[in-house]
């Protein structure tokens, strides 16, 4: 079966560079969610997209933006980026509408701020 | 940089074991929780959920407790194997508007299974 798709799958940067991070949800998922984990950390939620709109934001700095597009998928750019940022960046999605209500997560992008 | 070493609670059983892994959540206004398993390098893996209306639910070897009382969930894994190794996490989605699944994750748990 289809799962989340992310990439890049590792990313490194230097300090004040931007990223980009795309996700591809499951097939028919209508909404994509962002989330960060640091080492040791739990996953922390940023944001979430509802049929291309913002449906929630947790904790994201606003030096990230993110978008979902018109194929359902998404991505988060991040900017002027701080060694803080490395993290694991997860996408989720589910389906508002489908009878399984589960939140499927993608392997996740590694980030690395140099 | 600094680097942050691992914080988490850990579990170490004998292969074969049952385990459990406890949760406190925060929320009594949550209404829906998850476990997810997690394996180095990889996302969560849903495990299994249960809902507010609920005090039990089984999966195959596994079973997840509901206490609303005192806001506490726990996992069992009956029969634990080595693929069974990994970090545990629990959430809860106590948003009531929004996204459906604005979770928030407790802490997890490193289980340990030895063969």
């Known amino acids: 079966a289809a799962g989340v798709i992310q990439s890049p799958r590792h990313l490194i940067k230097e300090k004040r560079e931007t990223a980009t991070l795309k996700c591809y949800p499951i097939p028919r998922h209508d909404t994509v969610y962002w989330y960060q984990q640091g080492p040791g950390q739990d996953p922390q939620f940023l944001i979430s997209?509802?049929?291309?709109?913002?449906?929630d934001k947790g904790s994201i700095p606003d030096r990230f933006s993110a978008q979902q597009f018109s194929d359902y998928h998404s991505e988060l750019n991040m900017s002027s980026l701080e060694l803080g940022d490395s993290a694991l960046y997860f996408c989720?999605?589910?389906?508002?509408?489908?009878?399984?209500?589960?939140?499927?997560f993608g392997s996740g992008t590694q980030l690395s701020v140099l | 940089g600094e680097s942050v070493g691992l914080h988490l609670p850990t579990l170490s059983v004998q292969e074969g074991d049952n385990s459990i892994i406890n949760c406190a959540y925060s929320?009594?206004?949550?209404?829906?929780f998850i476990w997810y398993k997690q394996e180095s390098g990889k996302g969560p893996q849903f495990i299994i959920d249960?809902?507010?209306?609920?005090d039990k639910r089984q999966g195959q070897r596994v079973t997840v407790l509901l206490n609303k009382t005192v806001k506490h969930l726990s996992l069992q894994i009956a029969a634990t194997q080595p693929g069974d190794s990994a970090v545990y996490f629990c959430?809860?989605?106590?948003?009531?508007?929004?996204?459906?699944?604005?979770?928030?994750f407790g802490k997890g748990t490193l289980l340990t299974v030895n063969p």
């Open positions: 929320n009594s206004a949550s209404d829906y």
């Open positions: 997209f509802y049929e291309k709109m913002q449906s």
């Open positions: 249960i809902r507010s209306n609920m």
């Open positions: 959430a809860e989605n106590g948003n009531s508007g929004g996204s459906n699944y604005k979770l928030t």
């Open positions: 989720a999605s589910s389906s508002a509408r489908g009878a399984e209500e589960k939140l499927f």
